[in-house]
Each structure stands twice: as C-alpha cells, then as structure tokens.
C-alpha cells in the first residue's frame, strides 16, 4: 500500500473517528453543527498555535492562553450537548458564544468595520437554520442592538488584553476564514436538504409512476372484461330478439284478425323497447371508447318522424296527452342519414316530454332550410310540452350519465337517453338546444346538417315500404345457405327467404356449411360468425378455395355490439354484414346489392322492383 492509500486512509479514519455519536447521529443538522464546531475549535487551537510566539513576552501569552481557555469553553460545551442529544441547548450555547466572541473583537479593536461585524449577518442565519424563525428574529434583535451600541461608542475600550503584533491583512484573512466556516454550515445544510428534497422527489415520481402503471393495468383489465361482458350480452340478448322481432313481421304477412295484429303489434313494439334499452347501455360503451360510428344511407326522413309519431302515440294517450305534429311544407323527403339513430334521439326526447307532461299536448315540429354547402339542407326538429319544467340549475346535469331530475316516481328507464342523444346530435354535426322554465314546461331544439339524397338513390326507400317481397317470375333458381347454428334464428331466415322465392338450405356449424356448398353450389351465403366446432370466418376461407368459391356472395351475420371489425370481416372474405336483430328489408336488400335481385312488392305485381347488376345466374 503507497504513503497516498496510507494518507487517504488515515483521513478517513479521522474523520469517521470525529463523527457525532449518541441519540442526535442520525440528525443532519446535528451532524453539520457538530461539524462546524469541530471545525472552529481545531481552526482556533491553529490559530493560537501559530500566532502565540509573536506575541512580546510571557505575561502577554499567558493572558492569551487564559482567553483562548475561556473562548474555547463555548465549543466544548457545544459538543457535549450535543453529544448528550440536547440539540437546542447546544445551539444557544454555540450562537451565544459566537455573538460574544464577535462583540469583544469589535470592542477591544474599537472599530465597527472589521471583519468581525459579518458575524451579525451570519448568526440570524445560523439561527433561522438551527431554530426557526422566532428565534432568527430575535438573534437578528440582539446582533443589531449590539452593532448600533458599538457604532455609538467608537475608540478602544480599557479592558486589558495585549495587542498582537499582527498585520492586519493576516487578522482580516483570519477572521474570513472562521467567517466561511460560520456562513459554509447553512449553505452545506441547503444544499444537502436540495439533496434529500431531489432524491425524495425522484421516489415520489418513481412510486406514482408505478401506481399510475398499475392503474392503467388495471382500467386496461376492467375494460377489457367490460368489453367482453358486452359482447357475451349482445350475442345473448339480441339473438333471441333477432327471432322476436322476425316472427312478428312473418306473423303480420300472415293476415291475422284485427284482434292478432294488436297482439302481434304489441309484441313487436315491446321487443323493440326492449332492444333499445340494450342498445342504450351498449351505445354508451361505445361512444366512451371513441367506437360510435354512422351508418349513412339514404332514408325516408318524412316516413321515419311519422313512424316515430305513431309509435309515441299510444304512450301520449295512455296519459290523456294531445301528440301533436306539424311539417313545414318544404321539407324535403329523401336524406342521406343515419336512421336508426336519428329515429332513437325522437324517441328519447318525445318520451320525456309524454313522461314528464302530465295534462297539455306535447309538440312536433319539423322545419328546414337551405344548409351552408350545396347539396345540403339545415332540418329543425322542435319538441315543446307543457310538462313541469326544470330549473336553470338542471339543465346541463340531465346530459350526463345515469343522472335523473324531477319526481323520483317519475324517473324510469336507464337515465341513458339524453346522454345518448346529445351524443349522437354532435356525431352528426348537430346542436342540441334546451330551455325549460318550472310549471310551464320544456322545449328541446335539434338542428341537423343533412345531406340530400340522389335520386338514384331514393328508389330503393320507396321499395322498402311495400315489402313482404316477392321474387319476380323469370329469374334464376337463386339457392342460398343459411349457416346458423340457433335453431330459431334459421328457422325465421329461412321462412322468410322462402316465402320470397329463394331455395334454401340449412348447416348447423362451418364443416356442414363447406359440405353443402360443394354439393350444391349456392348463390349466397348467410354465414353466422359464432359456430361451433369450425367458425365461420375459416368456413369462409375454405369456401373461398374451393372451386367457385370466389364468386360466392358470403355476408356474415353476427350479434355482436361493436362494428369496428367491418373492414376486417371484409379482408377475411367476407362480401357484406347483418347484425342481429336484423329486419327483413335489410336481408333482401343486402341479397339485391350482390346478386342483382328482383323484387315485387306484393304478389303479383312487377311495376315495383328493385334490382342490382352483379349477381350470377345459374
């Protein structure tokens, strides 16, 4: 080992050695004053050391020994405080001393301007650090009192002690020197504390990174098992309502007594309610995850507001209410918009007003203008009730979520449908508008931009209103698979296409769908995504590849809630999709669009059909 290891070893030794021991050791600031004592103290043994021989004689020495003896019992007694943990104690002691100490440097020198008068600076320093500020302020009292008393009294005083024959350079350089280590205590102890404060700033960052990392584990956890929850209700929920809402529409092509088609009426329009519901909890999910999308195509918007008119009819005079609507004559008929959704925000908004009216009218009004862009028009949808009113304070509260105001015995349903409503106005470029006033009712304004529909494209709305359809005479023997594995679901599909004229056939899972299809070749294919033992999305591929496979229209049918995996299902094979519940029109007119179908709407008549070129005749 070389005499530097020794050196470096032996320093650290000593000051390992000259560390603060006892119950203040694991005290920052105790171990910094211990420090700092200890430094003067070993400062000041130097100092005497050298500057006693020059000192003139022994009588002189001696009076400077025995002041250097009594200055040092202000130190020692520090560190035995401190050493006995009686940390305020000590730091009395030691500010005590040290405004002593400076006070008679001052005195004897007779001279304000030395160095020494720094010490008042530095001692409410000290104090704020070792104390607080109580006792900074009244170190701060004492320091100044003493510097204004000695300012007063300028000249030497007549207390006896020899004058060293020092330079004053070397007393300045002296006294700067236990001036920096006075004023280097503070600083080590902010700048240590800076320290503590960054480390501790970097764990409290590093903790709430790793809670932030766990909680976003955890909503990832909870949305997933939520997705996975709405999709299980969908397919659980709208497959049954899917065979409800069919079976009603075959039943009413049946020509039922008048007395059937109010039985048959009232089971559809429960069915529907009751799908709206769940479609009110699945469109909340969806529109919170950013999934809501539209569906726009041309529609009847007259036929849609009227059929809405009727279906609320019957609630307004259950409750004795007068359902009134008013059309402005320039409306126009055919638009480009997303019906159902369209059709759902006039549900909601007439349903509150019917529930929370109870005697007085409730009104429609629909208006339109020319829109900002052509091709486009700005429709008003004005709904006005005499019905209770809300306060102002109300009026944004009934937007959000599960929130209900009014008469608790009034308040049914899922508290969804208004923030449903206001979602789907924005979606489409809307506004949304209320005013409402306590006893004298609400009124809720709904303006939409909408886009006029073509007149190519306004034939086929027409046709959807004179449906059942009919196969016109003179087409191919169209043959269709219908690929379902719920028996009630494939009987309807398949009741309805075959009263259409269509042949066909049934599989009950994917291998049976790929068998049929190479032993008799249909047309189209109906093919249900959640089979059993193969599913229907590698049915598809197979089918795909065999021999005729890519002519073959497939379009899936699924119950699921989310449409977001379109584009997928399109890359998969797929040439179209129904989601369940789906409604007859939406089957027959998916078959046209592929395969250039050829409908009547009623038996017998040819004057009304509806065809798409694309199909492949056998």
């Known amino acids: 080992m070389n005499e530097r290891s020794l050196a470096r070893r032996g320093v650290r030794s000593v000051l390992l050695a000259l560390r603060l021991r006892g119950p203040l050791s694991a005290d920052p600031t105790a171990q910094i004053l211990h420090a700092l004592v200890l430094a003067l103290t070993i400062w000041s043994a130097i100092w005497t050391i050298f500057t006693l021989p020059l000192y003139p004689n022994l009588m002189a020495r001696l009076v400077r020994l025995r002041f250097i003896m009594v200055a040092d019992l202000v130190p020692v007694t520090t560190l035995i405080l401190l050493r006995l943990g009686h940390f305020r104690q000590a730091t009395y002691v030691y500010l005590t001393g040290q405004w002593a100490q400076a006070t008679y440097n001052i005195a004897i020198n007779g001279s304000i301007e030395i160095t020494s008068t720094a010490f008042y600076i530095t001692l409410p320093i000290l104090a704020t650090w070792l104390l607080g500020f109580r006792e900074a302020f009244w170190t701060a009292g004492v320091c100044l009192g003493s510097a204004l008393i000695l300012a007063l009294r300028q000249g030497p005083t007549s207390v006896f002690l020899p004058t060293a024959p020092l330079r004053p350079p070397l007393l300045i350089w002296a006294n700067l020197v236990q001036l920096t280590l006075t004023a280097a205590a503070p600083v080590a102890h902010i700048l ?140 126009p008929r055919y638009v480009r918009v997303d019906a159902p959704k369209l059709r759902q925000i006039l549900i909601n908004l007439l349903g509150n007003a019917i529930k929370f009216t109870r005697e007085g009218a409730v009104e429609l009004r629909l208006s339109a203008k020319p829109g900002d862009e052509p091709g486009y028009a700005q429709f008003c949808f004005d709904i006005n009730d005499t019905g209770v009113g809300m306060p102002q304070h109300d009026l944004d509260r009934i937007f959000e979520p599960f929130q209900q105001v009014g008469n608790p015995s009034q308040q049914a349903g899922t508290g969804l449908g208004l923030t449903i409503t206001r979602r789907f106005v924005e979606l489409m470029g809307g506004t949304l508008l209320v005013e409402s006033e306590v006893g004298r009712g609400s009124c809720f304004v709904v ?172």
């Open 192 to 331: 240590q504390t800076l320290q503590q404060y960054k480390e501790h700033l970097e764990q409290v960052v590093e903790q709430r990174t790793a809670e932030l990392v766990i909680a976003r584990d955890q909503a990832d956890s909870a949305n997933r098992a939520k997705s996975t929850f709405l999709a299980n209700m969908s397919h659980e929920l709208r497959t049954p309502l899917s065979v409800i809402l069919a079976s009603s529409d075959l039943l009413n092509e049946s020509d039922p007594t008048p007395d059937q088609r109010e039985d048959i009426d009232r089971i559809s329009h429960s069915g529907k309610h009751l799908l709206g519901l769940i479609d009110n909890v699945l469109d909340v999910a969806k529109i919170e995850s950013g999934k809501q999308e539209l569906a726009i195509a041309a529609s009847d918007l007259l036929s849609t507001v009227r059929m809405v008119i009727e279906m609320m009819r019957g609630r307004a005079e259950d409750k004795h209410l007068a359902l009134i609507y008013y059309q402005a004559p320039d409306v």
């Open 447 to 618: 303006k939409l931009p909408l886009e006029l529909a073509r007149a190519s494209e306004t034939y086929g709305v027409e046709l959807a209103a004179g449906y059942p359809f009919i196969l016109e005479s003179g087409q191919p023997d169209w043959r269709v698979l219908i690929v379902e594995d719920d028996p009630e679901s494939a009987t309807v599909l398949q009741k309805m296409l075959t009263r259409a004229g269509f042949q066909v056939r049934v599989a009950e899972n994917g291998v049976l769908a790929v068998e049929a299809f190479q032993h008799w070749q249909p047309h189209f294919i109906w093919m249900d995504l959640g089979l059993p033992q193969l599913s229907g999305t590698e049915a598809t591929r197979r089918i795909r590849q065999l021999d005729g496979g890519a002519e073959t229209k497939i379009a899936a049918i699924t119950a699921a809630a989310d449409a977001s995996g379109y584009d997928g299902m399109r890359c998969a094979g797929f040439d179209d999709i129904a989601f369940k519940p789906f409604r007859q029109t939406e089957i027959f007119f998916c078959m046209a669009r592929h395969l250039g179908v050829c409908y009547s709407s009623s038996e017998g008549e040819g004057k009304n059909s509806h065809q798409q070129a694309g199909g492949r005749p056998s």
